[in-house]
């Protein structure tokens, strides 16, 4: 009982150290930290985003299906945070990286030569999915006070698929292997995949809403990324689906630590 109370005194007088070494005077006539306690360094951030996006889909093995670029849409909840400071006398959450997670939808659509379970020709192939990206942010310009939330990010992309549209496509008047070609996207070996990984990285930039003290308590941002899918779509479907896509956030600052 002895050693754990001489251990539990060591630590709380360790981190009082700590904490007495991480007190930053402020300059300017500004107000200093209270003697005792450390200076926040970090902020937390969330908020509302969506967007546009641009998808591609590379070729199946059997046939020409995919025949250009579609547009689609995403929304969703973000989270981020905000590590460090630019200086020692600089605002929490001003500091070199920050990380992130969303929970969002987003529908991926790309056009097609096929034609659709309805007769529909040239119908669209759409795929809506839930998505969790996951991303680590560098803000390369952290000190320059016009630069300091321009950043750069990447990080995988966990997708779980949630709709998809049309059921089936069908090719005819091939010239190859094949006469025709059908893909089943509901149902056996051309089902679309319940999972998918993407590596994604993007840029983007944070407008701050500042207080009297020149700390952020809003964050606007725009935020531009490419999405490269690594799996084939479905176990006889080898074409891989990749998206760029352009955004729009509102966050709230809250908290500090």
Known sequence: ????????????????????????????????????????????????????????????????????AGLGFSGGI??????????????????????????????????????DESGKANADLTVGYFEVPVYVQVYPFYRSDAMNTFYIEAGPDFAGTMSRSPKSLTVDNLAGEYNSVTYNFDTGNSKLKGMDVRIMAGVGYDFAIKNEKHETTNLIGINARYYMGTSKLAGNFNSKMSTLEISLSWMFNIGKL
């Open 1 to 68: 009982m002895k050693k754990i109370l001489v251990l539990l005194f060591a630590t709380m007088l360790c981190t009082s150290m700590d904490a007495q070494r991480n007190v930053q005077p402020q300059r300017g006539g500004g107000r200093s930290a209270k003697p005792g306690l450390a200076q926040k360094k970090h902020s937390f951030y969330v908020g509302l985003k969506g967007g546009v996006d641009l998808s591609t889909m590379t070729q199946p093995d059997e046939c020409d299906l995919y025949d250009g």
């Open 78 to 115: 973000v989270g981020k945070a905000r590590f460090g400071q630019a200086t020692p006398n600089a605002p929490a959450g001003t500091g070199l990286l920050g990380a992130g997670l969303e929970l969002k939808y987003k529908q991926n659509k790309v056009k097609t030569i096929g034609t």
